[in-house]
């Protein structure tokens, strides 16, 4: 199927491809595994093909690893982390110190 197509578009597939493999690797991961909303799932690889593509200029084989690292790792709002992080109080004296109960 790449026979029939022009240089510069061949050149285009050659560089995306990876990114494109990494996305659609999140995007079943994502939806499979981790059972996340399709919405979501959407965008959270869409940012993971944004990263592939951010380090292509390394060569074909870190732009498929550095996306798919970036889907590996761990999220800011995990349910663990939440769990044991302390509750802060509903009181805006809290915050200065100068709360009483």
Do not use: N
Request: net charge positive; charged share 15%; proline share 4%.
């Amino acid at each position: 199927m790449t026979d029939t197509l022009e240089f510069s578009a061949r050149d285009t597939l050659k560089y995306v491809a990876p990114a494109a493999l990494a996305a659609v690797i999140a995007f079943v991961a994502f939806t499979l595994i981790g059972s996340t909303p399709l919405l979501r799932a959407m965008g959270l690889s869409a940012a993971v093909a944004g990263v592939a593509l951010t380090v292509r200029s390394m060569g074909a084989l870190m732009s498929l690893v550095g996306g798919l690292a970036s889907h590996s790792a761990p999220r800011t709002g995990h349910k663990r982390a939440a769990a044991a992080a302390p509750r802060r109080r509903s009181c805006w004296r809290w915050a200065l110190g100068r709360c009483s109960h």
